[in-house]
Nanobody, 125 residues
Framework: QLVESGGGLVQPGGSLRLSCAASGSTLRDDDGITWFRQSPGKEREAVACISGSGIIAYYSASVMDRFTILRENAENAVYLQVNDRKPEDTDVYYC???????????????????WGEGTMVTVSS
């Protein structure tokens, strides 16, 4: 089970850090974690993923210059740093995980084995 946190109503600009924590379990070193976002009426979009080792990370073209994904196994969590917040970042952000991903990660939601319930981010002035 994954739990997201850190969302809320924020103004454009500045930074925001979203957290994805394992609840009642421990992130394993072969758990790849992916952050998705989705708004009503829009397709779910994968924005970043990180391998179980924390060495491999991928970003979607739409966010790669502003988002950073970080893995802190000692804290049993994966973070998504959102810099220079924009209104188009308004979405529900989900994290999801899959095993057998020590040195890889995936943007394919079909491959995910477990999901969090999401945290809402609203960027508005």
């Amino acid at each position: 089970q994954l739990v997201e946190s850190g969302g809320g109503l924020v103004q454009p600009g500045g930074s925001l850090r979203l957290s994805c924590a394992a609840s009642g379990s421990t992130l394993r070193d072969d758990d790849g974690i992916t952050w998705f976002r989705q708004s009503p009426g829009k397709e779910r979009e994968a924005v970043a993923c990180i391998s179980g080792s924390g060495i491999i990370a991928y970003y979607s073209a739409s966010v790669m210059d502003r988002f950073t994904i970080l893995r802190e196994n000692a804290e049993n969590a994966v973070y998504l740093q959102v810099n220079d917040r924009k209104p188009e970042d308004t979405d529900v952000y989900y994290c999801a995980g899959r095993g057998e991903s020590f040195d890889t990660c995936s943007f394919d939601s079909v491959n995910m084995k477990y999901w969090g319930e999401g945290t809402m981010v609203t960027v508005s002035s």
